[in-house]
């Protein structure tokens, strides 16, 4: 049965390209720059960023090319169709405890910074409490309200992006990026690693790619989310380090956020930008949490033939514990990159085979048809 054949259900090239996009722009804001200058050690993070990027749509060309080969069914059907029932049920199954824990995760990750910034007095677990409440109206709504509520919301962030990114040059100092590649190419591919993790989301398209009303224009699509994905956080990681050196931002936090608070908009305007800035930020996190909550409710229900419904309820308790586990921020950053390690595998590695696999059984069907 396809999951496309209901009109509410189709959503178009430019929603499917924002909805990638908005996978991935989330958490890669506040703690990329860190990251990245921790393992560099140099100006040249943004180098790697941009390599990373590149990787990225190398990942996610092999995702929709795969996808394409399926029209009107997601990941979690045709899996079984490549390497059977049992095997395929268990990597689907995989893929939506990837979601679930990502959810808990960027869930933990928006009430720390909530708690941070605006809300101090709050305990963390009701602002966490707050944002499954509201989440759960959206992901039961379906994908195509999803769509229309990221295609509502990104271009606001984006905006707010690039006013945090012209007026962030008043600290700016080029000479905190130079000099360029000054200790060789090698720290630039250590900066692979963290970077990469940052671009988790594209695997988004394993399951959106069905609902396309032009699955054709998928290949574009991906493209366009992950271009605009690595040019900002190549944006975000000049500028932190650009405004703060190499040495500051691997002792910051949240580097971004650091900026950001520094920033005066002309005329007072707005005169704490960085409350601005938290605000759009989590609205962003919110709407990735949502895409990531339903991607694993909709993968457990086509597994097991019921309502996608009826998981995303029964997941909310598993992603608030997932949520509350980490005892402290070290420990939640390091439950991110276990996650990105995940995401490497299952969805740079395993969509690779699964094209090998199904392009040999295509061929064999097809010497079959022609004996």
Not at 103 to 108: I, T
């Amino acid at each position: 049965m396809k999951t496309n054949d209901r009109s509410k259900d189709s959503i178009t090239a430019t929603q499917a390209a924002m909805m990638t996009a908005k996978a991935m722009i989330g958490t890669g804001i506040l703690v990329l720059p860190q990251s990245i200058a921790k393992s560099v050690e140099t100006p040249d993070g943004w180098l790697s960023v941009l390599l990373s990027g590149i990787l990225a749509m190398l990942c996610g060309f092999v995702v929709v090319k795969l996808s394409q080969r399926f029209p009107g069914r997601t990941y979690y059907q045709y899996s079984q169709e490549i390497v059977g029932k049992w095997i395929g049920a268990c990597i689907g199954a995989g893929m939506c405890l990837y979601y679930i824990f990502s959810a808990g995760y960027l869930l933990r990750v928006m009430g720390e910074v909530v708690r941070m910034y605006l809300l101090d007095k709050t305990p963390i677990v009701i602002i966490m409490l707050t944002f499954m409440g509201v989440a759960i109206y959206m992901t039961t709504a379906g994908i195509n309200a999803i769509a229309q509520l990221i295609e509502l919301f990104l271009p606001i962030i984006i905006l707010i992006m690039v006013v945090f990114i012209i007026f962030s040059f008043r600290d700016f100092e080029l000479d905190n990026l130079r000099p360029v590649l000054g200790e060789g190419f090698a720290p630039v591919l250590k900066g692979i690693k963290p970077s990469i993790l940052s671009f988790s989301g594209f695997e988004v398209m394993l399951f959106v790619t069905a609902f396309m009303s032009e699955p054709h224009k998928a290949i574009r699509a991906i493209f366009a989310g992950i271009g605009l994905t690595a040019v900002l956080y190549t944006l975000v990681v000049a500028v932190a380090i650009g405004s703060l050196t190499v040495e500051e931002v691997q002792t910051v936090t949240w580097p971004t956020m650091s900026v950001a608070m520094n920033i005066e908009l002309p005329g007072g305007f707005f005169e704490r930008f960085e409350s601005l800035f938290t605000v759009l930020w989590v609205i962003s996190m919110f709407t990735a949490f949502v895409l990531y909550h339903y991607g694993g409710s909709l993968g457990f229900g086509q597994l097991t033939g019921k309502k996608f419904q009826l998981f995303a309820y029964l997941s909310l308790p598993l992603i608030f514990m997932i949520a509350i586990w980490p005892s402290n921020l070290n420990k939640l950053f390091k439950l991110g990159d276990y996650i990105g390690y995940a995401s490497f595998f299952m969805f740079g590695i395993i969509p690779v085979m699964f094209l090998i696999l199904a392009a040999v059984r295509r061929a064999q069907h097809a010497n079959k048809r022609a004996q």
